[in-house]
């Protein structure tokens, strides 16, 4: 007995052991996901939130006042903190060859912005000067752009015609009211009334980027990508380069306007080429055989050359002596700069009549010419390793446009080029913009009345030359294309649009079609069903990458792209296709079975009574159809998986149709015994599933809602095993 009682005690103690071995195994099994405690934010109201920042804007303080002239005037911070021995020798020496640069192309350009050769180099003098005080950017140089300039152009074109000017600077009786009242008792001839509509244009455009800057709007140049500015200046450059064609030529045609003005422009280029000046033609082709050449070595060998070869000035230099010597205006008719007067003419208001005209004009032109200051200032300030103000640039580049148009000038804006010299020669501050405006000065008080003899012709020649660099991109069209397709199709749309239609068309459908591919890419975002990578947490695309595993009677789901009303319904496509079960067709099939099922076990019980009316003495019906329709009742549909797993890392906002989305689709697959569990929800996501009513309050969000996804698959193990299988229904 003592024997037997000493051998069921050794049974009970290693039946113990073994509970205890087994309780250890379930606590190691069991997972414990990570807990983050967020913490609170104390409700602020709007008005206690605008009280705050009119305190924090409106501070009246010495401290706060110094601030504020030093943030509008950043030339009283770093002048005083100037260092001469490093920084004076590469300001002169940039801002004298950006002058040499920009002397001949602030006639060219006044060309193509229906101006006379003075007023070009007024605008050039006074925005360096202006930019150089008021600019945040040390290396960017202000001047004029030919995008702008043809903009420019064409409104003052549009104004002449509906003045009644004609092509030939006179003027029809009919159209003498266009001229409004510039000067009270005085004659205003053609010339006259063109700069009066480009300062107008210009004091216009001035004022909405300092508005734009006043509002702290500068976060709107970011809605202007790359590829829509790039595409945007390439086709404005085909319209530029059409338009000097004339000039290359000798023909005395007027600029065509409207839809489609470059194709009408080539089409009336054919019908006068036999009016061709031999003389302008044998110049410009002189003229281009040295400059393109030159500008290639210049381009090829920048990094060993201190300085670029002044190509231009050496040009218009020559071109001028051999015009005025071999009297190329008398002898062959040819397009001459005229007379350019020394000096600075007295300011003028500009006509503020012509408001309504130009308005709209000059809004488009305000966002061109900030969008492009901004983003050369900030690319330069990133390779010299500070900081830019966009709000600052938008002040700046605002009053280059506002106080020069008292001073007959027209619209300037940052220059790629000359920026790029600018940086290249050794330039440290803004210091170079005064140097530049010195040179120009001298040459508005002494030299300007040389180049009266300077055929029009070759300044088209300067023109086309310089839009060599817009021109390029047509060549790497491929590249692009290889890249990135949405923003080759981007460049593609502006730049057509830009060139066959209008240019401020361009602008318009281009940030049209922009906004466009954004959309589209939402709508047409990647879902992907996803796999673990070994016993890592990593969870990836199983359609991308080999050697990934799928949890069993798991579907982690990922959808890259925020939900919201655009795209809800695709993302619950996307998750019915990825998880190969429509919840809601389902559900439909499921009723209607049923509804069948019970069709036909009224029929078998109306059967069965019928029978056992007959049969009262043979036992009553056969038990196997019983058999047969209690076994269907009590067997559950067959599915593949038990939970779903959505991973909310890259949905980076949800709106209210994407919150009730993710409840239809809890709600749906609930009905069906599958329970959807969300992983990796930014703040933003899980307040809007609070307040969308997903997370309802009082409810245990861990249950719903995990840092990680390892964490919902892991919890989600450790209840099963704990409860012996997977009811999800009791779990969520």
Known sequence: MAGVETMAREENGQAGDQVTSLSRAVERKRYTPVLLEEQEKEAEDLRSVLTRKLKKKCLCSPSRAKELVLGFFPILSWLPQYRPKECLLGDV???????????????????????????????????????????????????IFGVLCLLVGQVVDRELQAAGYTSEGGRNQTGMTGAGNLTAGMTCDQSCYAISVATMLTFMAGLYQVLMGLFQVGFVSVYLSDSLLSGFATGASLTILTSQVRHLLGLKLPRVQGLGSLVKTWVSLFQNLKDTNL???????????????????????????KAPIPTELLVVIVATLASHYGRFEERFHSGVAGTIPTGFQPPQMPDWSLIPNVALDAFSIAIIGFAITVSLSEMFAKKHGYTVDANQEMYAIGFC????????????????????????????????????????????LVIAPLFYSLQKCVLGVIIIVNLRGALRKFGEIPQMWRVNRVDAAIWLVTMATSALANTELGL?????????????RTQRARAAKLGRAGESGLYE???????????????????????????????????????????????????????????????????????????????????????????????????????????????????????????????????????????????SVLDSLRRGGYLQQGSDEAQLVFCTISDAVGSTQSYCTENGGCEIDSHC
């Open 279 to 305: 003389c302008d033609l044998v110049t410009s082709l002189l003229c281009l055989l040295v400059l393109v050449p030159t500008k290639e070595l210049n381009d090829r060998y920048k990094a060993k050359l």
């Open 93 to 143: 020496m940039s801002g004298l060859i950006v002058a040499i640069l920009l002397v001949p192309q602030s006639i060219a350009y006044s060309l193509l912005a229906g101006q006379e050769p003075v007023y070009g180099l007024y605008t050039s003098f006074f925005s360096c000067i202006i930019y150089a005080v008021l600019a945040s950017s040390r290396h960017v140089s202000v001047g």
């Open 541 to 683: 695309d199983l359609s991308a990458y080999r050697g990934l595993q799928a949890h069993a009677g798991f579907i982690v789901f990922r959808f890259e792209a925020p939900v919201y009303y655009a795209n809800q319904s695709l993302f619950k496509k996307a998750l019915y296709r990825c998880t190969e079960l429509d919840p809601v067709q389902e559900a439909a099939l499921r009723r209607k079975e049923q509804q069948q099922q019970n069709k036909k076990r009224k029929k078998e019980k109306d059967k069965e009574k019928e029978e056992e009316a007959g049969l009262e003495g043979r036992g009553g019906a056969s038990p196997d159809s019983g058999v047969a329709t209690v076994a269907q009742l009590i067997v559950p549909e067959k599915r593949s998986f038990h939970t779903l797993v959505i991973d909310c890392g890259p949905v980076l906002f949800l709106d209210t149709a994407g919150v009730n989305a993710l409840k239809e689709v809890y709600r749906d697959y609930k009905e069906l015994g599958v329970g959807v569990l969300l992983a990796q929800c930014n703040p």
């Open 401 to 444: 446009n506002i106080l020069p148009s008292f001073f007959r000038c027209f619209t300037t804006s940052a220059a790629l080029t000359k920026t790029l010299v600018k940086d290249s020669t050794g330039c440290h501050t803004q210091l170079s913009s005064l140097v530049t405006a010195l040179v120009l000065l001298l040459v508005l």
């Open 508 to 520: 318009l459908v281009g940030v049209a079609f922009s906004a466009f591919c954004v959309l589209a």
